[in-house]
């Protein structure tokens, strides 16, 4: 159907995964949408199709087990009737334990539900800037156009829009080795080690210092934002240190696409890059072991390699400064190599892309509108989730706040024990640098201290248990 000049309740902008879902579940609860996609008059580099919803770098939606963050997030949306995980399930392929989809089958599955919808007009053109209709939900996805980009980053601060995604990996807690590190922040702000103080002298600072980030003042900042304790430091001798520096730079990187272009900023450089520069860049950057001593030889490390946490329970731990290009094989390899997480879970693997997100705790209020521009939503990869799955699980809670919102309704987002609701959790996560990331169970409440200690599988399942019996509930009483 075409949407030129019709009637609406809403605009999305955008056609991928975020606004087709946001779209039908408006459509679904009987509101009036105009879902405005630039093809097929104009694509990003990454597309190749003119049917939305297309995926562009592979055919798998991830893990399907519920003892899997993601597992349970697919679950959940199948419960309150995700369009996306409908046409997946009806399209899908053998891929073992997890959802794999047929692309083409699937992309004409969502086009074809999107255009016969009798409450949805399509309209095909390209969007430069935000709309002026309100409301309205940007659903542009990774690849922004530079003239929407721009003036999104005129309404909200440039210094509030990213273009370029540097991931670090993360680890479950449970799975460090804690007789191997120690809690502590540098430069005394808190946590620090009452013991002998032999540090080492201070090392003349190599060429290759100028070039790592980041700067002192910013660590300091992390720190006092971080507060008491937030390091997990990791100490390395120093064959321990040259080995994985060598192991760095040797290791299999993912090569960039071809609308990529490899422009790495010098405070998120990728490790390997870093490692690349010289062999001491690490011990002058993120790994320098400064202000730090290990209290089982009262003496400063060779150098460090420190873990913050990523949620308020101390679940789970971002590996700082670690963001790479490594293929997923070889940052297992590599990063087990760490003393600590010789067996480490990684809950999310690390990466370097192009992207355009904003920064979602800064900017997006409990609807997941911008403060600066009330009746703006900010659905899928945009507002800083990464991945298919999360991407349609965006659009989903967007599309259901907004509407709650029009109907005059006291908003009722999903319980921060579901997966739904680890959505929100991150988006509204504030963070010493924000970075967009995929569902991991640290988005997700942690269970009571009444269940006991739990090994990892049951303590998942656990949740995945808790969750969708807290989701049925909450939908029930929508």
């Known amino acids: 159907m075409n949407g030129a000049e019709s009637p609406c309740d809403v605009v999305v902008v955008g056609g991928g995964l975020a606004g087709c ?43 399907a087990a519920l003892s899997n963050a993601v597992g349970l997030l697919k679950e959940e949306l199948r419960r309150v009737g995700s369009l996306a995980l409908r046409c997946a399930d009806e399209t899908s392929v053998p891929a073992g334990g997890a959802l794999a989809v047929d692309r ?40 922004t156009s530079d003239a929407l980009a721009a003036s999104l980053a ?27 590190v120690w809690k502590q922040s540098r430069y005394g702000k808190g946590g620090a080690v009452r013991g002998e103080r032999a540090a080492p002298p201070e090392l003349p600072a190599p060429p290759e210092q100028r070039a790592a980030p980041p700067e002192d003042a910013a660590e300091r900042r992390d720190d006092a934002e971080a507060g008491d304790e937030a390091y997990v430091n990791c100490p390395f001798d120093e064959a321990q240190y040259k080995a994985f520096v060598r192991a760095l730079v040797e290791s299999e990187k993912v090569e960039a696409r071809d609308f990529e272009e490899v422009r790495y900023f010098e405070g ?71 003393p600590g997480l010789e067996e480490a879970d990684f809950l999310r693997m690390g990466s370097v892309h192009r992207n355009t997100f904003v920064d979602a705790p ?11 521009l009330p009746g703006v939503h900010l659905a899928g990869q945009i507002a800083g989730v990464e991945g298919y799955v999360e991407s349609a699980a965006a659009g989903f809670v967007c599309a259901m706040l ?47 201290p009444a269940h006991g200690k739990l090994r990892k599988r049951a303590r998942y399942e656990a949740m995945a248990e808790r969750a969708l019996r807290d989701l049925d509930a909450w939908w029930a009483a929508g």
Not at 125 to 142: D, M, N, S, Y
Not at 306 to 319: C, F, G, I, S, V
Not at 416 to 445: D, E, F, M, V
């Open 21 to 63: 879902e946001a779209a039908y579940q408006l459509a679904q609860r009987g509101l009036r949408v105009r879902l405005v996609e630039m093809k097929p008059h104009k694509r990003t580099p990454a597309q190749t199709s003119d049917r939305m919803a297309e995926l562009v770098c592979s055919n798998s939606l991830r893990g």
């Open 104 to 143: 083409e089958r699937f992309a004409e599955a969502m086009t074809r539900a999107i255009e016969a919808h009798p409450r949805i007009a399509v309209e095909r053109r390209e969007v430069t800037e935000i709309p002026a209709e309100r409301p309205v939900i940007l659903a542009t996805g990774p690849l």
């Open 154 to 180: 005129a309404a909200v601060g440039a210094e509030h829009l990213a273009y370029y995604d540097a991931i670090a990996p993360i680890v479950s807690a449970d799975s460090i080795d804690w007789s191997r």
């Open 268 to 338: 998120c450089l990728p490790c390997e890059v870093m490692a690349a520069r010289g062999e001491q860049t690490l011990a002058f950057g993120p790994m320098k072991p400064v202000g730090l001593t290990d209290p089982r030889t009262g003496r400063r490390p060779y150098a460090v390699l420190q873990l913050r946490p990523e949620d308020e329970a101390a679940t789970a731990y971002n590996l700082v400064g670690f963001q790479t290009r490594m293929k997923y094989a070889e940052q297992l390899r590599v990063f087990r190599m760490v």
């Open 362 to 372: 800064a900017l997006l209020g409990p609807a997941m509108e911008l403060r600066a």
């Open 402 to 448: 907004l509407a709650q919102q029009l109907r005059n309704e006291p908003l009722r987002p999903p319980p921060p024990t579901t997966a739904l609701g680890g959505i929100l959790t991150h988006l509204g996560r504030k963070q010493p640098r924000y970075q967009p990331s995929n569902i991991t169970w640290a988005h997700i409440a942690p269970l009571d």
